[in-house]
């Protein structure tokens, strides 16, 4: 520690003494320059959370279209020993979307149960299955009792909002095990 | 005078000087000067990182279609509330009836994925002839089969007689509970109360459980059972990892979804009394089932139905334990 009290003289040869990397490092321009590029680093660090939950979201998305959009298609046949046979169309499955049973075919391709159950997963899927058993039963009961084909379209269209939840439920329940 | 500014002068230039060089050590390693062309410096997330933020993503996917399956559910409260008086039955087969030609018996029309029906083996296109020995003649066989199933309890096995390309074939059908039974009960209903959403909670939703081959109950010493992958994290159900889930209050879960229906049926508050096989050993674990926490399960227990939900939970008890 220098002595602060010393004669001017002894100061400036302290000065002199100094050594070289003690003077100011960069300008202001430099500064801004470093400073905008932590900003940058800490935003990637930040962003790349955001980014790999989009990409497995997109990923899954796309490929749940691509299932339903080129069924019947390579790869992807319908499962063995699961005909689906159906009756003539009626009026009410007009309104139908067209990859319907597509969607149906793929969900009897799985297996019953992935190999490690999670359970809250597994507990969403059990709960759409029981509601999709529920309104085909009332299809059954509605059209013996004569309902109007616009109420059975009703039925029909929920029924189909359902299957295509639960194809999205099991296909994140099929990705999340095929990652573990 | 000027002596003694000349050495306040220094002095001041001598601690500036030294606090410049101290904090130039200190600083972290400098980039290159901007007279080197530098290369845009790019930090590579380390594989723990990445592994990480994958678990996370995976998370966020499984929670997220947690709850599309929760809201499209109850999107469709609404249709099913105006369908339900013709539900003669508690329970579900899930199978879509049609009359078969010639009004002998009921053509399936559709089976329902995962459904009971499925389960036992249906198809579209068999024909049901007779249910429990009872035949099914006419233009209605769907509300026949109904009627029939009017006194059958949940998680009871009925019998079919079905033609399948002209052969016949007996299917026994284990049929489950309607769902949102509760809501049909004219009490609850006026009290506006929907029903209470099983696995609310977080640490329960995020068990892992696996059904025994026989290797896996040979190492654990059991052939019967479903094994704990993962425990709840917060020690909820007293359960462990690597602990084998012999019964639910009595009842001997056949597979890991089997396991979940039962616990499902649950609602926070209630006993329950688990039986484990845990180092070769075997244990009863008496807990009440925890309570959910989620935010809008606290507002809808504590600020929309304040006393009602006690009343629910005993209404409701008995129902789902019976269905699961």
């Known amino acids: 520690m220098p002595d602060l009290n010393s004669s001017p003289q002894d100061l400036s040869t302290l000065l002199r003494a100094l050594p070289a990397d003690a003077a100011a490092p960069y300008g202001y321009q430099e500064f801004e320059r470093r400073a905008q590029q932590r ?6 660090l930040a962003g790349g959370e955001r980014l790999a939950t ?21 790869g992807h046949p319908p499962a063995p020993g699961v005909p689906v046979v159906r009756s003539a169309p009626g009026p009410e499955d007009e309104t139908l979307p067209p990859h319907a049973g597509v969607a149906e075919r793929w969900l ?16 969403a899927v059990l709960g759409l299955e ?9 299809l059954s009961t509605a059209r013996d009792s004569g309902d109007a084909p616009a109420r059975l379209a009703t039925l029909r269209q929920e029924r189909a909002r359902l299957v295509g939840t639960l194809v999205q439920v099991r296909y994140a329940e099929v990705l999340a095990e095929g990652s573990l | ?64 279609a947690h ?70 003649k006419g233009a209605a066989p769907a509300r026949q089969v109904s009627s029939l199933l009017r006194d059958v309890k949940p998680d009871t096995a009925v019998t079919l007689r079905v033609q399948r390309d002209g052969k016949p074939l007996a299917v026994t059908v284990t049929v489950r509970g309607a769902p949102d039974l509760l809501a049909r009960l004219p009490r609850v209903r006026e009290l506006g109360v929907e029903p209470p959403e099983p696995f609310s909670r977080r640490p329960l939703r995020d068990m892992e459980l696996a059904s025994l081959t026989p290797g896996l109950g040979s190492y654990f010493g059991t052939d019967k059972g479903v ?26 879960p056949e597979s890991g979804s089997h396991a979940a229906r039962i616990l499902g049926s ?35 227990r504590e600020v929309m139905m304040p006393r009602a939900d006690a009343h629910v939970t005993q209404l409701r008890a008995p129902y789902l334990r019976a269905a699961a």
């Open chain 1, 39 to 44: 900003d940058r680093r800490a935003r990637g």
């Open chain 1, 108 to 123: 009897a391709s799985l297996p019953e149960e992935p190999a490690i159950v999670h359970v809250g997963t597994r507990a």
């Open chain 2, 67 to 136: 709850e599309v399956a929760r809201l499209s559910t109850q999107f469709s409260g609404s249709v099913m509330q105006e369908f339900m008086p013709l539900l003669a039955a508690h329970v579900v087969m899930g199978v879509e009836l049609e009359p078969a030609p010639g009004n002998v018996g009921a053509r399936v029309r559709e089976v329902s994925p995962g459904g009971p029906a499925a389960e036992a083996g249906m198809r579209a296109g068999d024909v049901v002839l007779a249910l429990n020995g009872t035949e099914l």
């Open chain 2, 227 to 252: 094994l704990v992958l993962r425990a709840p994290a917060d020690g909820a159900l007293k359960l462990e990892d690597g602990d084998v889930i012999l019964a639910i209050d009595g009842r001997a």
């Open chain 2, 266 to 300: 649950y609602v926070g508050g209630e006993k329950i009394t688990l039986r484990v096989m845990r180092q070769h050993k075997t244990l009863e674990l008496e807990m009440t089932m925890p309570d959910a926490t989620r935010a809008h399960d606290v507002h809808r």
């Open chain 1, 54 to 74: 989009a990409c497995v979201v997109a990923v899954g998305l796309l490929a749940v279209l691509v299932r339903l959009g080129a069924m019947g298609g390579v």
């Open chain 2, 1 to 64: 005078m000027n002596r003694t500014r000349l050495m306040s002068a220094a002095g001041a230039c001598t601690l500036a000087a030294l606090l410049l060089r101290t904090a130039c050590a200190a600083a972290p390693p400098e980039p290159p000067a901007p007279s080197v062309p530098a290369v845009p410096a790019m930090q590579v997330p380390s594989q723990a990182e990445i592994d990480a933020q994958l678990r996370m993503a995976q998370k966020q996917l499984e929670e997220a």
């Open chain 1, 130 to 138: 029981d509601r999709i058993a529920q309104i085909d039963d009332l």
